[in-house]
């Protein structure tokens, strides 16, 4: 089975500064998707970005940024100059295939707080 | 707005008793996700639908149950509610059954807020 792990249960960052969210994961599937959500303190599940194992490039959306590694078996969410709207939960997961299915497998989540 | 649409947003309900939580998913969208976040065990899979056959099962209780119907609207039913089943439940869809470069993304509803008193 697919595990995700991210070690960081809260973040700090400055208004303005970048922040480096970490995820690893294991899998032994080769073909695989990587995702970061945001949840904001109301509850919903907002998609960020997303990364194929057979991407070549690092996934970018916006300010968000995937560090791929996939020999380390990271993919990082960077977010540049954070604003305050930021502060939330972030949440990477692993598409894994079930079957004639798939699902998703979330880590545990990295709560950030953006500051003046 | 993710395009994906579920209700109710909140319900308080007693033990024991039987909800229908309702989703209907993006324009195109023929998979159907359902989710459970709750405080101790984060976020789980339940069930996946694909064009109106369930496709990949996670750790559903015997006591919930859903399904998709042929406008593609999925609904998730959970009865002899108990306490422990107060979670966030959340409604995603995508496009394809498995993945392909169209299908990547998965979207989420907004969550359906339920609890059981």
């Known amino acids: 089975a697919q595990k995700i792990t991210q070690t960081q249960p809260g973040m700090f960052v400055q208004e303005k500064e970048a922040v480096t969210l970490d995820c690893t994961y294991d899998t032994s599937d080769q073909s695989y998707g990587l995702f970061w959500y945001k949840q904001p303190s109301s509850g919903e599940m907002i998609f960020l970005i997303y990364?194929?194992?057979?991407?070549?490039q690092n996934a970018t959306e916006g300010r968000y940024s995937l560090n791929f590694q996939k020999a380390r078996k990271s993919a990082n969410l960077v977010i540049s100059a954070s604003q305050l709207g930021d502060s939330a939960m972030y949440f990477c997961a692993m598409r894994e295939l079930t079957g004639g299915g798939n699902k998703l497998t979330f880590g545990t989540g990295t709560q950030l707080k953006v500051e003046l | 707005d993710s395009g994906v649409t579920q209700t109710p947003k909140h319900l308080i309900t007693a033990t024991g008793q039987r909800v229908t939580l309702r989703c209907s998913p993006r324009s195109g969208d023929l998979s159907v996700y359902w989710y459970q976040q709750s405080l101790d065990q984060g976020l789980q899979f339940l069930i996946q639908?694909?064009?109106?056959?369930?496709?990949a099962k996670g750790n559903i209780l015997e006591r919930f149950s859903a399904q998709q119907f042929p406008d593609l609207h999925s609904e998730l039913n959970l009865s002899s509610l108990e306490l422990g089943d107060s979670a966030l439940y959340f409604c995603?869809?995508?496009?394809?059954?498995?993945?392909?470069?169209?299908?990547?993304?998965?979207?989420f509803g907004e969550g359906s807020w339920l609890t059981v008193v």
């Open positions: 990364q194929g194992s057979y991407d070549e």
């Open positions: 639908y694909y064009n109106g056959e369930e496709r």
């Open positions: 995603a869809s995508s496009v394809s059954r498995d993945r392909g470069s169209s299908g990547n993304t998965i979207y």
